[in-house]
């Protein structure tokens, strides 16, 4: 398990071999997404797409509109929509229906993949580039 808890958040209480906590990931992060099999997270935008473009079933905790705009809520539902991600509402949280959530994503894996591949996502470096050595050598 990779924990990404944010800046001041390490409790080392809880590191061993099967569980390491990050402040943050910068350069490491898609080589750790890219390892993992299934991904916890909240529904940042940027989040979200990096998570779909490496193929990852999720289990996605959206802020709750009682601390935020609901922006999150919106970018979940959007790949719900598609069956890509599992929603688990903030309010709903607990270790039951986290454990409940995971076992749910672990039984639709295959599913969940092949509806990550349907969304046929562009990593946006790639299309810069390109465009960029079109216009250049064209």
Known sequence: IV???GNGNLDHNFQD?????FEYLNEQFFDILNLAHIVIARAGANSLYEIMLAKKP????PLSEKVS??????NARFYEKYSCIKILNEEDLSSKSLIN???F????????????????LADATSVIYESIEEDCNG
């Open 101 to 103: 959530a995971v076992k």
């Open 17 to 21: 071999e099967n569980y390491r906590q």
């Open 105 to 120: 994503v672990e039984e639709n894996y295959a599913s969940y993949q092949q509806n990550i591949a349907k969304l046929n």
């Open 58 to 61: 999720a289990i996605i905790i």
């Open 69 to 74: 705009r609901g922006d999150q809520i919106v």
């Open 3 to 5: 924990h990404i808890c």
